[in-house]
């Protein structure tokens, strides 16, 4: 963050960009399912722009709030002191604002109604998975911040990109998106009753990515190895 943003600017960063964010998922499902029924070719025009927008969200709105748009990210920057315990709790506030906001935007846009989804996504499998993908999500974003600052936006966009691949739930990876995606009855929704499954499992990851990647990234005797020599 640039100093001098206060928190009402901060949250309104959080809000907007969560719900742009969720509004792209949740639009370019709905846009996927509605041109193809092709499921392997829906969900890459699912991935593509959702981490397209995630490279231009954090981007623009990073220097203001830090871009988190996401609850599982706020608590391992709260846990690591980068954050006011305070903060983060209005923080997350917003960013389930903003995502459920999104939704609404997604479905005024395609003229669809707001209602609960019934797309099943539970059971150990799909929990582990999300632990994996907020493990990885959380591991990039502590690890680019402590190598390559500039290049955060690329490496969680292309992460999210392989994410929704490589895991078996698709990647959400946020509770502030899984809580909005419950209210579209569509490609990308996920049932409410599934929630606190998702959720915990996120949480997990996070809690785990800060521990090991607290422990990785620390050099020995305040060196950093592996680069080369001026």
């Not at 890459?44 to 927008?53: D, E, V």
């Not at 935007?105 to 019934?118: N, R, Y």
């Not at 929990?127 to 993908?133: G, K, M, Q």
């Amino acid at each position: 963050m640039i100093p001098g943003f206060d928190l009402p600017r901060r949250l309104v960063a959080e809000a907007l960009g969560s719900a742009l964010l969720v509004a792209t998922v949740v639009g370019s499902g709905i846009m996927a399912e509605t041109l193809t029924k092709d499921m392997a070719l829906a969900l890459l025009g699912n991935t593509l722009p959702t981490g397209a927008m995630l490279v231009v969200l954090i981007t623009i709105l990073g220097p203001i709030s830090g871009a988190h748009f996401n609850p599982a990210v706020t608590l391992t920057f709260a846990l690591r002191h980068d954050i006011a315990r305070s903060d983060a709790l209005f923080y997350v506030l917003a960013q389930i604002a903003g995502g459920l906001a999104g939704t609404l935007i997604a479905h005024l846009m395609f003229a669809l109604p707001i209602e609960a989804s019934l797309k099943i996504r539970t059971g150990s499998a799909q929990w582990f998975a999300e632990s994996v993908a907020t493990f990885g999500l959380v591991g990039t974003i502590l690890a680019g911040l402590r190598f390559q600052r500039a290049g955060v936006p690329w490496l969680v966009g292309l992460y999210i990109i392989a994410a929704y691949w490589f895991t078996a739930s698709t990647s959400f990876a946020n509770p502030a998106v899984a809580i909005a995606r419950a209210f579209s009855n569509t490609f990308s929704g996920i049932r409410p009753i599934d929630l606190p499954g998702f959720i915990i499992a996120q949480l997990i990851g996070a809690v785990a990515a800060l521990a090991v990647m607290s422990w990785l990234l620390r050099p020995t005797n305040g060196t950093i190895t592996g680069k080369a020599s001026p």
